[in-house]
């Protein structure tokens, strides 16, 4: 078997008022590859993502990317230093800085030439080229969610975490944004994670899908098993 | 729907409203019904040297503010270190000693002839001198830095996560995040704290007296006292309230370009480890310590002195005056409060007039303190009735100058009375007042004594107004700690300068509390 990317193991988080909220998940990401977490509301999915950025400090287990330890016993990488790219719910862009300056942001020690060319050439891969100079604020739900995404890629990460990406946007727009960010990650080869309580983006969107429950990993499977299985019980909640 | 009732109504709250701005309309059109007998000595010798000494003594106390506030905020917010928590409340207690108090303090203790200075002068040969305008500007920030600590801990702690939260994703380690994320979204919270610390500063007249040091304030009180001039010392308030609305435009503008969205997740602070957790530690024990422990412990030896041989026993009178004119003056700001927040539930269309009139909340004390005399003056020319130097001129003045600290608690409260609660007292006959008497106000009881107790204690520790307006041989805890001060007999005022700092504890830990409420 090929060596995967991402690899999570036996993760435990609680809150500090008590209850487990990340029970034992293990989980594992393959080069290139999109995996769907899927659950009830409450079940860990975005305590997961937090904990492999580095957001929250699990308090066993190990988050492991690319043969290196970000998470373990003995060590802790912090968020910045670990090269993983994450779109918030909500997005998060920043209300101050135009669109430009959002994606700037990550570009640390470029020369200015290079930093002008990397962003560039983001805005035009994800079609913002004339929005470069507006505030978040200015911008349609799409185009925000796509300046998120472009700020995140401009970094060039292995693994793009992303929570709740389309939750926001309304089902037209939503279905448009979705195929584009399938277009950019399949681009740019980067493997993803992707949180979603929506079968549909889920379908749309997975190689496979994880299925998540009270802090577990209950059952991983390629998107078409999942498929086959939803549409003979359309109305259960995932 | 009701129009008599209606109309009455809003001919008394016009009224109110009128006669709350009265004192400010008195000061702006002065110099075109106030002669000013001495105003070309005042213009050419006053005016200059003291607004330039009033603009370096705020400018310089701000940015010590800031100074302060600012860094001891992100680290209470946003890192963790031992005593996080004891310390992000502790660093707002400094906002219970009034200036004039602090001032006094550190004067006793750091000035030419200070307790401290004269031991360090003994044992190392060097003179430490705190009375001057740079170390007035010191001393006013240790006591003002948490008007600005406060928003910017709210902003820190709870707005701008998701922010912090990207940026870290976006490898922004802690500078980048403080500089480029954490600091221009906080901007406008924190510019509304540094216009509070400068309006304290306009408003302060116990510490720049003490400190011989010539504000705008202090010019008024030179005019008005000195020179018994008062259409002078009407113009230099003019100056000064001139000053006080360009302040309040330059923080608007500031505040206009940044919006900030809130979140609720609560910021997770980074654990700081070795010298950096150390760093943290000491900072915060040290600006505690100066700022609060040292003028509180002083007082409070000086306090125990006293209580020795009884001579505390002289403050009798003037506690009993001021709990008599804190008493007044909350209760007749109380019921203008309740007939604004009632006039603008039952929407009687004053509610820009009423906003208007809580304008004297960022108005210096020794401002509004002058053109209420000037009117009074003026009622007695025209009227005959003399309230100059009476008890209700000071009581008038109070509810001008407190009334919209007690108007939020009330608007806070009525807005978490439904409005289908009036409509349905309406459906079953009850008319608006009848409504309001009998809903709305038995609901409203805690916020109202809330408001009363906040405008009581601010009357205990007011100084300027109460210096100006006072009847003659009518002593307050505060004119009383003042005149002890002047009269180098500093240690004297123990008793009553410790119960004034026991007074602005209270309001402060409830603003701390609420504040927090907010951001958990």
């Known amino acids: 078997m090929i060596k995967p990317l991402l690899s999570v193991h036996d993760l435990h988080f609680a809150h500090v008022r008590g209850q487990e909220v990340l029970a034992g998940t293990s989980v594992e990401v393959q080069e290139a590859e999109v995996l769907v977490v899927v659950g009830p509301s409450g079940c860990g999915k975005s305590t997961l993502l937090r904990c492999i950025a580095g957001l929250?400090?699990?308090?066993?287990?190990?988050?492991?990317?690319?043969?290196?330890?970000?998470?373990?016993?003995?060590?802790?990488?912090?968020?910045?230093?670990?090269?993983?790219?994450?779109?918030?719910?909500?997005?998060?862009?920043?209300?101050?800085?135009?669109?430009?300056?959002?994606?700037?942001?990550?570009?640390?020690?470029?020369?200015?030439?290079?930093?002008?060319?990397?962003?560039?050439?983001?805005?035009?891969?994800?079609?913002?080229?004339?929005?470069?100079?507006?505030?978040?604020?200015?911008?349609?739900?799409?185009?925000?969610?796509?300046?998120?995404?472009?700020?995140?890629?401009?970094?060039?990460?292995?693994?793009?975490?992303?929570?709740?990406?389309?939750?926001?946007?309304?089902?037209?727009?939503?279905?448009?944004?979705?195929?584009?960010?399938?277009?950019?990650?399949?681009?740019?080869?980067?493997?993803?994670?992707?949180?979603?309580?929506?079968?549909?983006?889920?379908?749309?969107?997975?190689?496979?899908?994880?299925?998540?429950?009270?802090?577990?990993?209950?059952?991983?499977?390629?998107?078409?098993?999942?498929?086959?299985?939803?549409?003979?019980?359309?109305?259960?909640?995932? | 729907m009701h129009l008599p009732q209606n109309f009455r109504s809003r001919s008394i709250i016009g009224g109110l409203a009128v006669l709350m701005l009265l004192p400010l309309v008195v000061v702006i059109t002065s110099p075109f019904h106030a002669s000013a007998p001495e105003w070309d000595h005042v213009m050419r010798d006053i005016l200059p040297s003291h607004l330039l000494e009033t603009l370096r003594l705020v400018g310089l106390t701000v940015l010590l503010a800031l100074l302060f506030a600012i860094p001891s905020a992100w680290m209470v917010s946003t890192l963790d270190f031992p005593g996080r928590r004891l310390f992000r409340w502790a660093l707002v207690l400094p906002l219970a000693l009034?200036?004039?108090?602090?001032?006094?303090?550190?004067?006793?203790?750091?000035g030419p002839t200070g307790a401290f200075s004269r031991a360090i002068s003994a044992n190392t040969g060097i003179h430490i001198d705190i009375m001057t305008w740079p170390g007035l500007s010191l001393v006013l920030a240790l006591a003002l830095f948490p008007y600005i600590y406060l928003p910017a801990r709210v902003a820190f702690s709870a707005g701008m996560s998701p922010h912090l939260d990207a940026a870290r994703m976006l490898g922004g380690g802690?500078?980048?995040?403080?500089?480029?994320?954490?600091?221009?979204?906080?901007?406008?919270?924190?510019?509304?704290?540094?216009?509070?610390?400068?309006?304290?500063?306009?408003?302060?007249?116990?510490?720049?007296?003490?400190?011989?040091?010539?504000?705008?304030?202090?010019?008024?009180?030179?005019?008005?006292?000195?020179?018994?001039?008062?259409?002078?010392?009407?113009?230099?308030?003019?100056?000064?309230?001139?000053?006080?609305?360009?302040?309040?435009?330059?923080?608007?503008?500031?505040?206009?370009?940044?919006?900030?969205?809130?979140?609720?997740?609560?910021?997770t602070g980074a654990p700081l480890y070795g010298w950096k957790s150390a760093a943290a530690v000491i900072w915060c024990i040290v600006l505690f310590a100066v700022a609060f422990l040292l003028p509180v412990a002083s007082i409070a030896l000086d306090a125990f002195r006293t209580m020795k041989d009884l001579r505390f026993l002289q403050f009798l009178p003037a506690l009993g005056n001021t709990l008599l004119i804190g008493l007044l003056a909350a209760l007749a700001t109380i019921l203008i409060a309740v007939a604004f927040a009632f006039a603008e539930r039952s929407s009687t269309g004053t509610n820009r007039l009423t906003n208007w009139a809580s304008i004297g909340y960022v108005v210096p004390g020794a401002v509004i303190a002058i053109g209420v005399m000037a009117f009074a003056g003026w009622l007695t020319h025209v009227t005959g009735i003399v309230i100059i130097g009476s008890i209700v001129l000071m009581v008038y003045a109070f509810s001008v100058r407190f009334l919209a600290l007690a108007s939020q608690p009330l608007r806070a409260g009525l807005k978490q009375q439904p409005k289908a609660m009036d409509e349905a007292a309406h459906l079953l006959g009850s008319s608006p007042w009848r409504t309001f008497r009998q809903v709305n106000l038995p609901l409203l009881r805690p916020a109202i004594i809330a408001a009363a107790l906040l405008v009581l204690m601010e009357v205990v520790k007011e100084l300027p107004l109460t210096l100006i307006l006072r009847p003659f041989n009518f002593d307050t805890l505060?004119?009383?700690?003042?005149?002890?001060?002047?009269?180098?007999?500093?240690?004297?005022a123990g008793v009553p300068a410790l119960l004034i700092v026991l007074c602005g504890l209270f309001p402060v830990l409830v603003l701390d509390r609420l504040l927090e409420r907010r951001t958990r």
């Open chain 1, 56 to 238: 929250e400090k699990p308090s066993r287990g190990s988050v492991t990317m690319a043969g290196n330890a970000l998470t373990d016993a003995r060590s802790f990488i912090p968020p910045e230093a670990r090269g993983i790219g994450f779109v918030f719910q909500g997005l998060a862009l920043f209300p101050h800085l135009t669109v430009k300056g959002n994606i700037a942001f990550g570009l640390n020690g470029l020369p200015a030439s290079e930093r002008t060319q990397r962003v560039r050439d983001e805005l035009r891969s994800v079609g913002l080229v004339d929005l470069a100079d507006r505030y978040p604020h200015e911008l349609s739900g799409g185009q925000q969610q796509r300046v998120a995404i472009a700020r995140s890629l401009v970094r060039r990460p292995k693994l793009m975490l992303m929570d709740e990406p389309f939750s926001d946007l309304d089902p037209k727009t939503r279905s448009e944004v979705r195929t584009e960010v399938m277009r950019i990650l399949r681009a740019n080869k980067t493997a993803a994670i992707i949180v979603t309580h929506d079968r549909e983006d889920a379908f749309h969107v997975a190689d496979r899908i994880a299925e998540m429950d009270h802090g577990r990993i209950v059952r991983v499977a390629p998107a078409s098993e999942f498929r086959s299985e939803w549409t003979q019980h359309p109305f259960q909640e995932v």
């Open chain 2, 174 to 267: 802690a500078w980048k995040r403080f500089f480029r994320v954490a600091m221009p979204l906080a901007r406008p919270a924190i510019a509304g704290g540094a216009l509070l610390v400068a309006m304290e500063t306009l408003n302060d007249y116990g510490a720049v007296k003490y400190y011989g040091v010539r504000t705008l304030t202090a010019g008024i009180f030179r005019s008005w006292g000195g020179l018994y001039d008062v259409g002078s010392a009407l113009r230099l308030s003019g100056v000064l309230l001139l000053l006080v609305i360009s302040l309040i435009t330059l923080e608007r503008s500031v505040r206009r370009r940044a919006g900030q969205e809130s979140s609720h997740r609560p910021v």
């Open chain 2, 478 to 492: 505060s004119t009383k700690v003042f005149e002890l001060a002047r009269i180098e007999q500093w240690p004297d």
């Open chain 2, 98 to 110: 009034p200036t004039y108090i602090c001032a006094i303090t550190f004067g006793s203790l750091l």
